[in-house]
């Protein structure tokens, strides 16, 4: 008699880093696919005053308060602190105290050292780990990809749904990979990637999918670094924005103050680890770069898409071919009072800032004082630290001083003139270099006109006066 | 939530603009107010008035298009900012239905979460019904049939099943998740048994 047996096998399909971290948090999947996902982190700011209105509507508790950490940071003065001048931007800041207050939810309030943006403060706290699902009702919530976690913005009625159920309804979104390659040369950085990408793909180019980032120039960024390519994400219209996390990830939490720690470290270190995306795992989408491709860049229009090369020239309307991106680019140029064919370098500058969950981190500062130091700026500016802990560290590094000796203005942490909602704001019609997020009309301020770019491109126009190649003032720095 | 089936023979306001963000569609300075004071003066505030609150003349505000219940517009509609408040100001403003070609994912998914519905056409019929609302064609949708009907054409649209069916019952995620709420405990318990370090360290 013979016995055949059956092996079946045990090998489960390869998985991306986003599909492990789905998998792990779906709590009901319905027949139409729509995924219940447990939230491991809710962060919320002024702004969720519309979702605290709909809890009381419902007469609702907050599920899981343990999860839920509050940052004030939109509406923030930068300046004369505790004190805020404007009784409307001070209701704001007092209605989130008074929320996180009245459903015991811990607030980095404007009187805590821990104060800053939401999307530094997470991180800096060991609050954003790998391998979580992260929600917060701003659109940059994808920073906190960084880590290795899907984090995504979401609207207020979310909010008010997380905050009752802890969970979120998603469907499942593409995957798509974004491989960076190479070494960027000294001056170029994330910024300089990701504007890089958004301007081929197009500001919708990432519509639908969750990215995650890949390539030796990626890996090769700092925490900081991947937290501003992370960061970016959303204005390529991408879900999310992910880096796989390794030795630099756990490099980097070890110690912070809400992270694992002892035995415990050890233990989520390896889960941390084994979150990457498996070797011959499908993407749906899949683009590349070289790193040596990329140079530093410029924003000249109204979309994050509109970047160039800063030894480019301005875009002549006439010379494109689809009538649509015509008609948008003639009316950006408008807007922004640029001449097409002018060399982007000739472009004169107001102001400059340096600031916003994109670029004020640490290490940031630092790549804008080394072009500082030792210059003076051409114009007036702000620098706003990320965190009122960043603050602290660069003034132990005695960056403050440089900014200071150079002409610029020394302020406290928040969103600031990124989004102009405590007062910080470019004054219609000026021109303001800055390394922020969004270069959409009136977003610095009613007629302000945002060249997008890194900090140490926004030095550099700050000591040319004009939009400028950072690289030659580089030169014996760095 | 009121449920969404059809609009009959509505006016459609055309808006021929690509990547109308969220910032544009409501600017920050207004998002202070309570919602009961209605958001639908904000709308598109600062592309629709000059400094001194003269109109600049969009069809917004032109009165041929007055009790406009349908939004036409191009690509990449509703990007940028999650600000749920780009949806408040459509909807007080009297929207029920934003067509274009792609939209972003927050604000779509906060378009459904307020009875709005978010239509996908492809580039083509937008600019055929830009032209069409522009010489004062009104619009039909039949959301169950996902159909556009404009001057004697019918023009089939794309909406996610699932908001479909959302919106046609005009549902509330939060009632339809509380029935889920043993699973969620169920499920938080073990997940922090598996992944100690998934919570975050009591800092007292």
């Known amino acids: 008699m013979t016995r055949s047996t059956t092996t079946r096998s045990t090998t489960p399909p390869p998985r991306t880093l986003f599909d492990k971290l789905w998998d792990s948090h779906a709590v009901v999947t319905r027949e139409d696919g729509q995924t219940l996902l447990f939230v491991d982190r809710h962060f919320l700011h002024e702004g969720s005053h519309h979702a605290f209105a709909q809890l009381a509507a419902r007469g609702a508790a907050v599920a899981r308060p343990d999860l839920t950490f509050a940052v004030a940071d939109h509406y923030v003065p930068t300046r004369g602190r505790p004190a805020i001048a404007d009784d409307s931007v001070r209701a704001m800041v007092d209605r989130l105290a008074g929320n996180t207050a009245v459903h015991g939810i811990r607030l980095f309030g404007l009187d805590d050292p821990r104060q800053g943006i939401v999307h530094v403060v997470g991180p800096e706290q060991g609050l954003t780990l790998p391998g979580l699902v992260t929600v917060c009702g701003d659109s940059h919530t994808s920073t906190h990809g960084a880590f290795g976690t899907f984090a995504f913005g979401i609207g207020a009625s979310e909010v008010a749904h997380v905050l009752i159920t802890q969970t979120i309804w998603q469907r499942r979104p593409k995957r798509m990979r974004i491989r960076i390659d190479g070494t960027p040369a000294p001056g170029v950085g994330a910024k300089d990637m990701a504007l890089t990408w958004i301007a081929r793909l197009g500001a919708d180019g990432a519509q639908g999918h969750a990215i995650e980032y890949a390539g030796s120039a990626v890996t090769g960024l700092s925490m900081e670094g991947r937290l501003t390519l992370c960061n970016l994400s959303i204005e390529g219209g991408g879900r999310c924005g992910m880096v796989a996390p390794d030795a630099t990830t756990i490099a980097f939490l070890r110690g912070r103050p809400f992270a694992p720690e002892g035995a415990a470290f050890d233990r989520a270190a390896a889960d941390w680890l084994a979150l990457a995306s498996d070797a011959d795992a499908a993407f749906d989408t899949e683009v590349s770069f070289a790193g040596e491709e990329i140079v530093p860049v410029v924003t000249w229009g109204t979309s994050p898409q509109d970047a160039l090369p800063i030894d480019a020239a301005v875009p002549d309307p006439d010379r494109i071919a689809d009538p649509a991106r015509a008609s948008h680019v003639r009316d950006a140029l408008a807007y922004m009072d640029l001449v097409p064919g002018r060399p982007l370098a000739e472009v004169a500058i107001d102001r400059v800032f340096i600031g916003s969950c994109t670029n004020s981190r640490i290490e940031d500062l630092r790549a804008a004082a080394a072009v500082l130091a030792g210059r003076s700026a051409r114009v007036p500016g702000l620098v706003s630290p990320g965190s009122s802990l960043v603050k602290q560290q660069a003034e132990q590094e005695g960056l403050d001083r440089v900014f200071v000796a150079a002409g610029l203005e020394w302020r406290d942490s928040g969103c600031s003139m990124c989004v102009g909602m405590n007062g910080d704001q470019v004054p219609s019609g000026e021109r303001c270099a800055s390394t922020t997020n969004r270069n959409f009309k009136n977003r610095q301020g009613l007629g302000a006109r945002t060249h997008l770019m890194s900090p140490a491109m926004v030095a550099a126009a700050a000591v040319a006066g004009r939009l400028a190649d950072v690289r030659p003032l580089l030169a014996g720095r760095i | ?204």
């Open chain 2, 1 to 204: 939530m009121e449920p969404f089936r059809r609009l009959d023979a509505v006016v459609a306001c055309p808006l021929p603009l690509a990547n109308v963000d969220t910032d544009q569609l409501i600017p920050a300075r207004f998002m202070k107010q309570p919602r009961a004071a209605g958001y639908g003066g904000f709308l598109l505030h600062d592309l629709r008035f000059d400094t001194d609150g003269t109109s600049r003349g969009l069809a917004l505000d032109d009165p041929a298009f007055a009790g406009a219940r349908v939004l036409v517009a191009r690509r990449n509609f509703g990007s940028g900012s999650s600000r749920e408040a780009a949806v408040y100001a459509l909807v007080d403003f009297g929207f029920r239905c934003v067509i274009a070609p792609s939209f972003g994912d927050i604000f779509a998914s906060n378009a459904v979460n307020n009875g709005l519905l978010p239509a996908r056409v492809d580039d083509a019929a937008a600019e055929r019904l830009l032209g069409r609302t522009a010489a004062g064609h009104r619009v039909s949708i039949d959301l169950a049939e996902r159909t556009i009907g404009c001057d004697g054409e019918t023009i089939p649209f794309a909406v996610d099943d699932v908001w479909r069916t959302k919106l046609l019952n005009g549902w509330d995620d939060i009632d339809l998740t509380l029935s889920h709420t043993e699973a969620v405990r169920a499920f938080a318990a073990e997940r922090a048994a598996m992944y100690p370090w998934s919570l975050p360290r009591d800092r007292g």
